[in-house]
Structure formats: C-alpha cells, structure tokens
C-alpha cells in the first residue's frame, strides 16, 4: 500500500500554509456569489451542457473556473455542520426523553440545508484533500478518501463525547436535459453515546433547472430514523403552491415523526420554510411551537480563521485551492484557470505514478467499504477528532 504524504499534496509546509484563503460560508445574508457573478450568466451555464448527452453522470464534469465559488466541496459539507449560529448538533444530546432528542436532530438536520446559488459550484476536492475546523467545543475533520468515484468522509465530535458524528457522501449529479439532479449518496449517522442512540439521516437532493426558467433548489424525502427508540420522522422538500412546476416557494419543508411500529399514527406534524421557521405541532393536543429557525441558525454566518499556521496541513482545502480561491476573489479569471489545472494536473501526476508502480493509495484517517447494497461506507480509524488550526470565531 503506499499513501501519500500527507493525502495528495505536497508542499513546503509554513510557506504552503500561508496561502489558506478562507471564505464566507452560504448563508441567507451571504453575499459571496453576487461579488462573483459575471455577465449573461444564464446563457453561460446553457453553453456549458451544449454537448452533453441527457442521463449522463456530470461527478467529474470540468466546469471553468469562472463558475467556480472560492472553495471546495469538502468545504461546503463542512460548513454545514460547524458554520451555525445556533449550536442545534449539540443540543441534541440534551432533550430529556428519546422524542425531544429525535426532535432536535430533525432541526438540525434541516440546519445543514444551506441556499444554494444557480450557475456557481465548488472546486471537486482531489484525493486526499483534508478539511479540519473547530468551533466551540465541536471539532471536525474531513478527507476526500476516494476520486472515482468521488466520496467525502466527514468525523465530528464533541468534547465530552456527548456527540458523534459521521458522514460519508458520494454526490452523484445527472444532466435530464432541462434540468440537473445531484443526488447524494452514503451513509449518514449521528451517535449520543450517553443515551446510547444512533440516528440515520439521508439528505435532499440538489435539483437545477436549466429551462424553462433558471432555479436551485433543495428537493425530495429524508428520513430520520432512531432504530433504539423506534421513532423517525420524514421529511420532504419540495415547491409549495405550483402549478406544472412554475411558481411556489423553492424553500418548503413538510414531514411527520411518527413511531416506526405503526407508520400511520402520527406523533407531530412539521410544516415550514428552511430558510425562515419551520413549525412543529403536537398531533394529540394541537399545540404548534417553532422547531426550527433558519434566521438564527444560518443568517448571518462568520468565517472560520487560521489560529496556528504551523498546525494547518498542506492537504487543508484551504491550502490546496488558495491561489484559485485568490485569483477568484481578485476577478483575475486567468490566473484562476491556471492555477486551477496546475492543481489538477498535480493530482493526474501522482495518480499516473502510482498506478505505474503498481501503489494503492489509502486514506490518512478512515476506511472505506461499499456495503452489500453498494453504498459508500466511511469509518474514522480515531475515536475522536482533535482541536484544529482553523477555528470559527465565537
């Protein structure tokens, strides 16, 4: 086995680490994506899927840097978990009962919703490409443990141990024609050690509309389920108040939790926009309180810093894509290109080398497996995830 040190990257350590260029995260005040914007942006994107057959699968689809926001998708999973206004992951760990706990991991699973911007995408994250923030006492650690296909592993804990989380994402976007559809795959889990609980999640799929009028949305089912309390709830995604596809809120949240035992008997019903509240109501009473607020959770959300440059690895995101991220945020589109294959041509490199001399690469901090159903599977080789160098300022 050879690995690589560290992940693909390789660098000259302080000076690389000087160059992290650490972005705003998307939020509802975000304003990233309109500094970026370029002209006749529409007709862009439509130029873009020309040639492309419909049903093809668009994970390694080489977009110009120019649609390109200032970081990489293992960037944008983590933001959603430690970019927050509110601390919804662990406060889960806090409910009194198995139903206020299930509760409160339905509203943070819908706090990991962040609006997403039509005609700009994040960098593909190369092999081995690592991401590791702290914010408060929860520290978060991600590495991309696999290139073809393309999959994301996520570690995050607690101190304290009172929250565990892992993520493994294969995003899997498919052009239709008239529209794009990312589904994401991979298993999804969150642990309460102390309560002795384990919760799995699935999250929406991305849908663009290219024709008949341009839009991004979050749509389709997700599942909470709690196997140890026998509750889950379900929730969909989806336009309110349509009509064949035209019109309607793009941010309408709907869904129940209910005991798996007896599906149809519903407990709460849920009911809202991700992006202002969500409303949950007590079936048995009629009572409806807020479950969830998008304004506090991600309103205006405050980008993560370098606190020990010497502690920041040359795999970090950060670190790999600083130049682009640079040359993006300077409007200087050629050297962004430049600096954008200079990247990518580095990470074929090392690819072909090891392929000639016969090298597997393994991932630097989990393992991966596909199930008996093919999905990806990520497991942290650590218990816990270390403080880190980035930090997001409290």
Not at 41 to 55: A, D, E, I, K, M
Not at 64 to 90: H, I, R, W
Not at 142 to 169: I, N
Not at 359 to 370: C, G, R
């Amino acid at each position: 086995m050879g690995r690589s040190p560290p992940g693909e990257v390789e660098s000259e350590g302080e000076a690389a680490c000087a160059s992290a260029v650490l972005t705003p995260p998307l939020s509802l005040q975000g304003g990233l994506a309109a500094e970026l914007r370029p002209a006749n942006l529409v007709q862009r994107v439509l130029s873009l899927f020309r040639n492309v057959t419909p049903g093809s699968d668009l994970s390694h689809f080489q977009l110009p840097a120019t649609f390109n926001l200032p970081k990489s998708q293992l960037q944008m999973y983590g933001e959603g978990v430690y970019c927050a206004g509110e601390d919804l992951l662990t406060r889960c760990a806090l409910g009194k009962d198995s139903l206020e706990r299930l509760t409160s991991v339905v509203a943070w699973s819908i706090s990991t919703t962040r609006p997403p911007i039509f005609g700009f995408a994040p960098y593909n994250p190369i092999l081995g490409e690592t991401h590791h923030v702290s914010s408060g006492s929860l520290n978060v650690l991600l590495e991309q443990v696999s290139h073809r296909p393309p999959v994301s592993a996520l570690h995050a804990t607690a101190a304290g141990g009172d929250v565990r989380l892992v993520w493994c994402q294969s995003p899997v976007p498919k052009f239709h024609g008239a529209s794009i559809e990312a589904a994401v795959h991979g298993r999804r889990e969150l642990r309460l050690p102390r309560h002795g609980e384990r919760y799995e999640l699935d999250c929406p799929n991305l849908l663009i509309r290219l024709l008949p009028s341009p839009s991004v949305e979050w749509s389709g089912d997700v599942r909470v389920v709690c196997a140890e309390s026998g509750l889950e709830a379900q929730l969909s995604f989806c336009r309110s108040k349509s009509f064949l596809g035209f019109g309607g809120d793009a941010r309408c949240v709907r869904g129940r939790i209910f005991k798996s035992a007896s599906k149809e008997e519903t407990i709460y019903e849920i009911d809202g926009f991700w992006d202002r509240t969500v409303s949950i109501k007590d079936v048995s009473t009629g009572e409806v309180s807020v479950l969830y607020d998008g304004q506090r959770a991600i309103g205006n959300l405050t980008t993560p810093a370098v606190q020990d440059h010497k502690g920041v690895s040359p795999s970090e995101s950060a670190v790999v894509w600083g130049e682009v991220s640079d040359a993006l945020l300077k409007k200087d589109w050629e050297r962004a290109r430049q600096a954008k294959r200079r990247v990518e041509d580095e990470a074929r490199k090392l690819a072909k080398e090891r392929n000639e001399k016969g090298e597997v690469w393994t991932p630097k901090h989990f393992s991966l497996s596909q199930n008996k159903n093919g999905e990806w599977e990520c497991w942290p080789l650590e218990e816990s995830v270390p403080p880190a160098p980035i930090v997001v300022p409290l």
